[in-house]
């Protein structure tokens, strides 16, 4: 097909994610190899944001494509109250992976159903129903997940299913807690306890934390935070959820973005950098205790496609590439060139106003003022942010550009020449954000 076809066919037969179908301008994509898009028109785009933040290896990595050819070969699909080599090995592979007790995992095909069997296993392991978590969040976007959820996407889903209670973050979009970190991490706590007994400790199942919060910022937490929050769940018979959809398998410059963190949740949720996206799979893991009950109490959850064996041989082979060519360790050594970058564009352009990154996950921040105002409000957009996103397209980058900020989230496998032929683009590109800034 031509790419004028292919674009207006996808528009007419299929339906987009978050976007109204006339609205869209999908990019019309022939292949992708390493960091880098290849469109039908012959463009080379550099994949700033990993796809979804999910293609932690790069892309069509020979390794992970030849397991997959291969369990094509062997087997694909059993049902999922069977056993196979595949299930055995992954299960087996990711206890030696994760730390402290979780050993024991259910597998599925995406984060958000990772996330609703977790609120089941909290639910009916504790025999509590409520679920808290952070406005400054998103979790998927199934039914309860969404409800999990405290950025605005949940608003058009609502009213869900009840029990869902959604607190502030350490650091809110607005309101501060304090300017220290310590501050940060003590206040909130204290607010957060307060929420806990005016919503009944006896009736709270769990709380789900994305361990860094993923698409509503790229915050990593106060230092402490969520050690102290395990210890304040803990004492009050509350599970602890880890939500590493996004930010697990080597993102942060960790296996598991709570290593950064010094503790171990209760139960713990993956998909997305588990294959690359090379293949649907996700996992909710969870600790000795809980495995315990499951293995003496009927665990009321199920799918179709648990446990399938392309998936489990994809996250096998990608797990293997991650650990044998040090793509965690390259995310980690790259934190320092893409904070350098980011903040010698801090200096040089006044829109700027924060650049984080912690391993190669990573946000910048646009300002309309010195007084650090926002240049899109909260849930808003702003045309200059469009303007952005266009040149950086026009441009050989793609990342996402969301409200007054845009991610920062390569390959694992970038080098150093290649992250500063990204931020060469941003550069450029920040000077129309700086038209915009008002002084």
Same mark, same amino acid.
């Given at each position: 097909?031509?790419?004028?076809?292919?674009?207006?066919?996808?528009?007419?037969?299929?339906?987009?994610?978050?976007?109204?179908?006339?609205?869209?301008?999908?990019?019309?994509?022939?292949?992708?190899?390493?960091?880098?898009?290849?469109?039908?028109?012959?463009?080379?785009?550099?994949?700033? @944001?990993?796809?979804?933040?999910?293609?932690? *290896?790069?892309?069509?990595? &020979?390794?992970? $494509?030849? %397991? !997959?050819?291969?369990?094509?070969?062997?087997?694909?699909?059993?049902?999922?109250?069977?056993?196979?080599?595949?299930?055995?090995?992954?299960?087996?592979?990711?206890?030696?992976?994760?730390?402290?007790?979780?050993?024991?995992?259910?597998?599925?095909?995406?984060?958000?159903?990772?996330?609703?069997?977790?609120?089941?296993?909290?639910?009916?392991?504790?025999?509590?129903?409520?679920?808290?978590?952070?406005?400054?969040?998103?979790?998927?976007?199934?039914?309860?997940?969404?409800?999990?959820?405290?950025?605005?996407?949940?608003?058009?889903?609502?009213?869900?299913?009840?029990?869902?209670?959604?607190?502030?973050?350490?650091?809110?979009?607005?309101?501060?807690?304090?300017?220290?970190?310590?501050?940060?991490?003590?206040? @909130?706590?204290?607010?957060?306890?307060?929420? *806990?007994?005016?919503?009944? &400790?006896?009736? $709270?199942? %769990? !709380?789900?934390?994305?361990?860094?919060?993923?698409?509503?910022?790229?915050?990593?937490?106060?230092?402490?935070?969520?050690?102290?929050?395990?210890?304040?769940?803990?004492?009050?018979?509350?599970?602890?959820?880890?939500?590493?959809?996004?930010?697990?398998?080597?993102?942060?410059?960790?296996?598991?973005?709570?290593?950064?963190?010094?503790?171990?949740?209760?139960?713990?949720?993956?998909?997305?950098?588990?294959?690359?996206?090379?293949?649907?799979?996700?996992?909710?893991?969870?600790?000795?205790?809980?495995?315990?009950?499951?293995?003496?109490?009927?665990?009321?959850?199920?799918?179709?496609?648990?446990?399938?064996?392309?998936?489990?041989?994809?996250?096998?082979?990608?797990?293997?590439?991650?650990?044998?060519?040090?793509?965690?360790?390259?995310?980690?050594?790259?934190?320092?060139?893409?904070?350098?970058?980011?903040?010698?564009?801090?200096?040089?352009?006044?829109?700027?106003?924060?650049?984080?990154?912690?391993?190669?996950?990573?946000?910048?921040?646009?300002?309309?003022?010195?007084?650090?105002?926002?240049?899109?409000?909260?849930?808003?957009?702003?045309?200059?942010?469009?303007?952005?996103?266009?040149?950086?397209?026009?441009?050989?980058?793609?990342?996402?550009?969301?409200?007054?900020?845009?991610?920062?989230?390569?390959?694992?496998?970038?080098?150093?020449?290649?992250?500063?032929?990204?931020?060469?683009?941003?550069?450029?590109?920040?000077?129309?954000?700086?038209?915009?800034?008002?002084?």
């Amino acid at each position: 097909m031509e790419t004028q076809e292919i674009v207006d066919l996808c528009k007419k037969h299929t339906m987009y994610t978050w976007a109204a179908g006339d609205s869209v301008n999908p990019l019309p994509i022939k292949s992708c190899e390493g960091i880098y898009m290849h469109t039908t028109d012959g463009r080379k785009i550099i994949d700033f @944001n990993s796809q979804l933040m999910s293609v932690n *290896i790069g892309h069509a990595h &020979p390794r992970v $494509i030849e %397991a !997959m050819k291969k369990q094509i070969d062997e087997l694909l699909y059993v049902f999922p109250a069977t056993a196979t080599e595949t299930r055995a090995r992954m299960g087996k592979k990711l206890a030696e992976l994760v730390p402290g007790d979780i050993n024991t995992f259910f597998f599925c095909l995406g984060g958000a159903e990772a996330n609703e069997n977790a609120i089941k296993a909290a639910r009916q392991f504790t025999g509590r129903q409520k679920i808290l978590s952070f406005y400054r969040s998103y979790h998927g976007a199934t039914n309860a997940a969404m409800q999990l959820t405290g950025d605005p996407r949940r608003l058009a889903n609502e009213p869900g299913a009840p029990g869902f209670i959604h607190v502030m973050n350490p650091r809110p979009y607005d309101y501060s807690f304090g300017d220290s970190e310590e501050r940060q991490s003590s206040e @909130n706590l204290k607010y957060l306890e307060e929420v *806990i007994v005016y919503e009944g &400790p006896e009736k $709270i199942a %769990a !709380m789900f934390v994305e361990t860094v919060v993923g698409t509503n910022g790229i915050q990593p937490p106060p230092a402490g935070y969520l050690a102290k929050l395990k210890a304040l769940l803990s004492r009050h018979g509350i599970l602890m959820v880890c939500d590493e959809v996004m930010c697990g398998f080597g993102r942060t410059g960790k296996m598991f973005a709570f290593e950064n963190y010094g503790f171990v949740p209760d139960i713990v949720t993956m998909a997305k950098g588990l294959t690359s996206s090379y293949a649907p799979l996700a996992a909710m893991g969870i600790s000795d205790p809980i495995a315990k009950h499951f293995q003496e109490n009927v665990f009321w959850g199920g799918l179709t496609y648990n446990s399938h064996c392309l998936g489990l041989a994809t996250a096998e082979a990608n797990i293997d590439v991650l650990l044998d060519e040090g793509l965690i360790e390259n995310a980690a050594k790259m934190q320092h060139v893409m904070r350098s970058e980011m903040d010698r564009l801090q200096a040089k352009h006044p829109s700027v106003k924060e650049g984080r990154a912690l391993g190669l996950f990573g946000m910048m921040d646009i300002q309309k003022n010195s007084a650090g105002d926002r240049l899109a409000a909260y849930n808003t957009k702003h045309p200059v942010m469009s303007e952005l996103s266009q040149f950086f397209i026009d441009n050989g980058l793609f990342t996402f550009v969301r409200w007054s900020s845009f991610m920062c989230n390569p390959p694992l496998c970038i080098t150093e020449a290649q992250l500063k032929e990204a931020f060469e683009i941003i550069d450029r590109g920040l000077d129309i954000t700086d038209k915009a800034f008002e002084g």
